[in-house]
């Protein structure tokens, strides 16, 4: 019974280490889409942006520092309503945001809450 506990623990172990590791690779690329079509959010963008025009822009957040920092920009500004898509690069020091010029308030304070500076 000892050998047999032992033998699965050596092999368990390092398998799940692995796994692990493995999601957390590939879990962040710095690249986050908006919601996707059906969902609660998604549906209720479209209602309160149907009228307005996503453009494109540039922001300059300092404090940045890896991936799991674009992620976590990602996720939370992914989340407003009316933004379509979100790239954060703690290289470049950028969060490119496509969504209406009104929802730039909001996706300023998103990145503010987190703990971010912005530049502007």
């Known amino acids: 019974m000892t050998r047999y506990s032992l033998d699965m623990r050596n092999t368990f172990l390092p398998t799940l280490f692995l796994s692990c590791l493995c999601i957390s690779v590939v879990a962040c690329s710095g690249e986050c889409s908006a ?21 494109s822009m540039s922001i300059v957040v300092k404090g940045m520092h890896c991936e799991g920092c674009e992620g976590a920009i990602c996720d939370r500004v992914g ?42």
């Open 79 to 120: 989340k407003i309503a009316g933004v379509t898509s979100v790239k954060a690069s703690h290289v470049d020091e950028r969060v490119n945001v496509t969504a209406p010029e009104e929802s730039r308030a909001d996706v300023i304070a998103a990145i503010k809450k987190l703990g971010y500076t912005i530049e502007e």
């Open 35 to 55: 919601p996707t079509a059906g969902s609660a959010t998604a549906d209720a963008a479209a209602a309160s942006n149907a009228t307005a025009t996503p453009v």
